[in-house]
């Protein structure tokens, strides 16, 4: 299944009917909260199956993922997925190194929450993100405030990084 930038992979609150595997492209998940914040929190990259919380039993999404450029994704019926698991003990292993990966990718991200300045912080993003994007830009892909949500500064303090790099 092809998803064009902006297109939506799944809904918050969809009931979890598929499971989805990225094949390529990127995916921006954001949450809306009840008092109105939509936030951004988690990006979803080529190798990963999702929604991350659905993997051992059904739940329903808690959060919207869009994509942010042309992405090809795996469609997996979740009772298929399910049953398998049932089934197929060694998937469980396969889930778990799924998970560990983005323990992993989450660890760095904070790591990334940590490092000294805005500058710094904005400079390991966008050196995350080239892995994936394809020679897309940052704000191509993001808007300020969501950068400026993935390393912990106000949309402001990111036009400022934006316009003076040094």
Do not use: C
């Not at 902006?6 to 492209?25: A, C, I, M, T």
């Amino acid at each position: 299944m092809i998803l064009h930038r902006g297109e939506v992979l799944f809904r918050q609150g969809d009931g979890g009917q598929n499971l989805f595997k990225v094949k390529s492209g990127l995916f921006k998940v954001t949450r809306l909260h009840e008092n109105g914040n939509m936030v951004l929190f988690n990006l979803l990259y080529p190798g990963e199956t999702v929604p991350h919380h659905s993997l051992i039993s059904p739940k329903e999404a808690h959060g919207t993922a869009v994509a942010m450029m042309k992405s090809e994704v795996e469609l997996i019926p979740a009772a298929e997925w399910y049953r398998e698991l049932r089934e197929k003990p060694e998937k469980v292993m396969e889930i778990a190194l799924l998970l560990q990966e983005k323990v992993r990718f989450m660890q760095t991200r904070l790591d990334h929450l940590t490092v000294g300045t805005p500058g710094e912080r904005m400079a390991l993003l966008t050196r995350w993100l080239t892995e994936y994007s394809h020679g897309a830009q940052l704000t191509d892909l993001l808007t300020q405030e969501e950068i400026g949500q993935l390393i912990g500064v106000r949309r402001e303090t990111v036009n400022r990084l934006l316009r003076n790099p040094g």
